[in-house]
């Protein structure tokens, strides 16, 4: 059993900071891939960026040069470093696990975010 529990969130200043962190229980971690999403309050789930389990990452455009995921395999954990947030950011970021050829099977709960202006 995975299960996944997101940290991190708050509230900032537009052009501010913050680092999430989804931590993941389990021994599948290392041998998948991380996904982060963003909802934003009353649309659709986005997925922002992923990293595989060999490191290689992959943003949605709108992040590009100013979110940085990561992960620690020896801490089960992956981050999440979003700089110059902006407004239309604000909302709930949850994580997923993904085994690799198999569908996403594993989620957190999320964690809030709201960036002000």
């Known amino acids: 059993q995975v299960q996944l529990v997101e940290s991190g969130g708050g509230l900032v200043q537009a052009g501010g900071s913050l680092r999430l962190s989804c931590a993941a229980s389990?021994?599948?971690?290392?041998?998948?891939?991380i996904n982060w999403y963003h909802q934003a309050p009353g649309k659709l789930r986005e997925l922002v960026a992923s990293?595989?389990?060999?490191?290689?990452?992959n943003y949605v455009d709108s992040v590009k040069g100013r979110f940085t995921i990561s992960r620690d395999n020896a801490k089960n954990t992956v981050f999440l470093q979003m700089n110059s947030l902006k407004p239309e950011e604000t909302g709930v970021y949850s994580c997923s696990l993904q085994e690799v050829g198999k569908p996403v099977r594993y989620w957190g709960q999320g964690t809030q975010v709201t960036v002000s202006s």
């Open positions: 990293i595989t389990s060999g490191g290689s990452t």
């Open positions: 389990g021994t599948i971690f290392s041998i998948s891939a």
